[in-house]
């Protein structure tokens, strides 16, 4: 609990902008993985599809079946707000952070005929699943979080979240944690 309660420290202290880079980040959420959720026991250290295509996380569940996840920065911007629609739509980095994930979905499909991958990385390959680790120093307010939510159900195999949401979920979970321990 005490391990956790520090990565729940770091994790807000990265939201407030004390990171050097990506790398960085998808360091220390390699290490807490658990802030994903408890479905994830490990990580793939082996993110290489091909020569292109280099995932930042991929996660295996319990079953051994993996998924991507695409770190991003948590200051990259989410939305812009339509004025004249009064509605939200995507930045472009968002837009192509949607892109690159459905693409490595794609390139993990494809390469799950492949015994070779699965065998050496001791995984599973079906039907993978896309997270997308996304911007938002600042909470959503209430007309973003719809939109995120509407988004998010319009994807098939692919969710957004925000810096907040992962942080909400790892408070979730420690304070899950906290009450049994009591």
């Known amino acids: ?38 479905d994830y026991v490990h990580i793939v250290e082996n993110g290489k599809i ?20 695409e770190v991003k920065l948590p200051t990259e911007k989410l939305f812009h707000f339509d004025e004249s629609h009064k509605n939200y739509y995507c930045s472009s980095k968002l837009t192509k952070a949607t892109a690159q994930t459905q693409n490595y979905i794609y390139e993990l499909e494809g390469i799950s005929q492949s015994e070779e991958y699965q065998r050496d990385n001791n995984c599973k390959i079906v039907r993978p699943k ?19 939510r509407i988004l998010n159900s319009s994807y098939h195999n692919l969710q957004i979240i925000t810096y907040q949401q992962l942080l909400e979920k790892a ?11 009591r």
């Open 130 to 148: 896309g997270i997308i680790l996304f911007g938002s120093v600042e909470p959503l307010n209430e007309d973003e979080k719809r939109y995120i």
């Open 1 to 38: 609990v005490q391990k956790m309660e520090l990565a729940v420290a770091r994790l807000e202290a990265i939201i407030n902008g004390d990171f050097e880079n990506e790398v960085e980040i998808q360091k220390f959420l390699k290490e807490n993985i658990w802030m994903f959720g408890n």
């Open 171 to 181: 408070k979730n979970t420690l304070a899950i944690l906290k009450s049994k321990d």
């Open 50 to 69: 091909n020569a292109r295509n280099i995932l930042d996380m991929v996660p295996q569940d319990f079953e051994s079946y993996i998924d991507v996840i």
